[in-house]
Every structure is written in structure tokens, then in C-alpha cells.
T-cell receptor
Framework: DAGVTQSPTHLIKTRGQQVTLRCSPK?????VSWYQQALGQGPQFIFQ???????QRGNFPDRFSGHQFPNYSSELNVNALLLGDSALYLC???FGLGDTNHYEQYFGPGTRLTVT | AQTVTQSQPEMSVQEAETVTLSCTYD???????LFWYKQPPSRQMILVIR??????QNATENRFSVNFQKAAKSFSLKISDSQLGDAAMYFC???????????FGKGTRLHILP
């Protein structure tokens, strides 16, 4: 049973560019959440996708957008990259939403994004 | 808004000894989940233990146990018989019962001394 997978592992981009990160959820999971973890900090919630729609969003600008596909995999897009976007981006999958979601979120290994 | 605070940036413990990591949180909700996650150098965030706020009994998972004090909004993690493989960053986290986003503390880096 494959866990949560993310690609790529590492990425280096230049300020102003755009980037797309990918996530495949754990088998049987239908909900994907994205988190940004700056160096030395705890992860911060970016947004969550369920049934191909953004259901919840954290305090991140519109430069951060996402998508969920019918197979439940997800993409995180960041436009007009800033130096401050350098971080580890974690994807987490789970089943269901809100009070129906009794299960833990399983995290992927993350994508390390460096913006120069 | 909910917040999670970990006041110990780093801790060290001798192998086979016991260590306690502290965490406090703030919320106006009465029902929620609390978690301790472990993040080793491999970066994979691993769930160590989960506590549901409506349960008075403290959660236990093998060598890991929590001291959940709801009134004090305190949630500490005790690791017994520390092993070298326990060395990692530990995050305390909160999740509302109706809201899926997890709110993390800043973490405590745990060193295990051989």
C-alpha cells in the first residue's frame, strides 16, 4: 500500500517564476491538504481539496493555487515566486471532511523549494 | 483563533531515560483533537500519538504517553526508555473537530545522548 507521494523531491527556481508541485494521496484517501514549512518552523496550512474543490484556505495570498484531479491527486501552484516562498511543502491526505474525518492525516515526504 | 505553543526549542536526554516535551494551546472550542508528530531528518511527518478532547483518559502508545490537562490547556508528551531512533523534531498540533486544518507549534528538537 503506497503512502503519500510527492514530486519533485527538490526544486530550485528563480524569483518571479512559477512552480507546480504534485501529490498523490494514500490509497483510499480522497482529501488532500497542503502545508508550507519554513526552515525551523512548524507547518502552516495552505489549503485543502475535496471532490476537486478548494474547501478550506489558510492565510496565503492568491499566488498560491491548487487543483485536485478525479483520481484525487493534487497540484500546488505558486506564481510570481518570492524569496520568502523557499520552504518545505508538505502534502497530507485523509478520508472525508470535517466531523466525518475521524482519521489522521498522512503526510508525504515533502518537496523542498528553493527560490534564488 | 487557535494557537499552539512549544516553549522548549531543544531538549536532550540520555538513552534509556525518560523525557517530557511540553505544549500549551489556546482555543475556545470544547471538542477537538490534539496530536504529537515526529519529523526525523528524512522530513516525513509521522503521527506519534492522538488525544481526543472529550476523552479524559490520557492516550498511550507503547513508550509514548501524554498528560492531557484540558482545563489548563496543556498537552505534554512523555517518552520512556528513550532510544537513538527517537531523535527528531517533535511538533504538538491541534485540530478542530469540524475543521480539517492542523495547527502546529514551532517544534522541539530532541537529541538522544548515547
Amino acid at each position: 500500500d503506497a503512502g503519500v507521494t510527492q514530486s519533485p523531491t527538490h526544486l530550485i527556481k528563480t524569483r518571479g517564476q512559477q512552480v507546480t508541485l504534485r501529490c498523490s494521496p494514500k490509497s483510499g484517501h480522497d482529501t488532500v491538504s497542503w502545508y508550507q514549512q519554513a526552515l525551523g518552523q512548524g507547518p502552516q496550512f495552505i489549503f485543502q481539496y475535496y471532490e476537486e474543490e478548494e474547501r478550506q484556505r489558510g492565510n496565503f495570498p492568491d499566488r498560491f493555487s491548487g487543483h485536485q484531479f478525479p483520481n484525487y491527486s493534487s497540484e500546488l501552484n505558486v506564481n510570481a515566486l518570492l524569496l520568502g516562498d523557499s520552504a518545505l511543502y508538505l502534502c497530507a491526505s485523509s478520508f472525508g471532511l470535517g466531523d466525518t474525518n475521524h482519521y489522521e492525516q498522512y503526510f508525504g515526504p515533502g518537496t523542498r523549494l528553493t527560490v534564488t | 483563533a487557535q494557537t499552539v505553543t512549544q516553549s522548549q526549542p531543544e531538549m536532550s536526554v540520555q538513552e534509556a531515560e525518560t523525557v517530557t516535551l511540553s505544549c500549551t494551546y489556546d482555543t475556545s472550542e470544547s471538542d477537538y483533537y490534539l496530536f504529537w508528530y515526529k519529523q526525523p531528518p528524512s522530513r516525513q511527518m509521522i503521527l506519534v500519538i492522538r488525544q481526543e478532547a472529550y476523552k479524559q483518559q490520557n492516550a498511550t502508545e507503547n513508550r509514548f504517553s501524554v498528560n492531557f490537562q484540558k482545563a489548563a490547556k496543556s498537552f505534554s508528551l512523555k517518552i520512556s526508555d528513550s532510544q537513538l531512533g527517537d531523535a527528531a523534531m517533535y511538533f504538538c498540533a491541534y485540530r478542530s473537530r469540524v475543521d480539517d486544518k492542523i495547527i502546529f507549534g514551532k517544534g522541539t528538537r530532541l537529541h538522544i545522548l548515547p
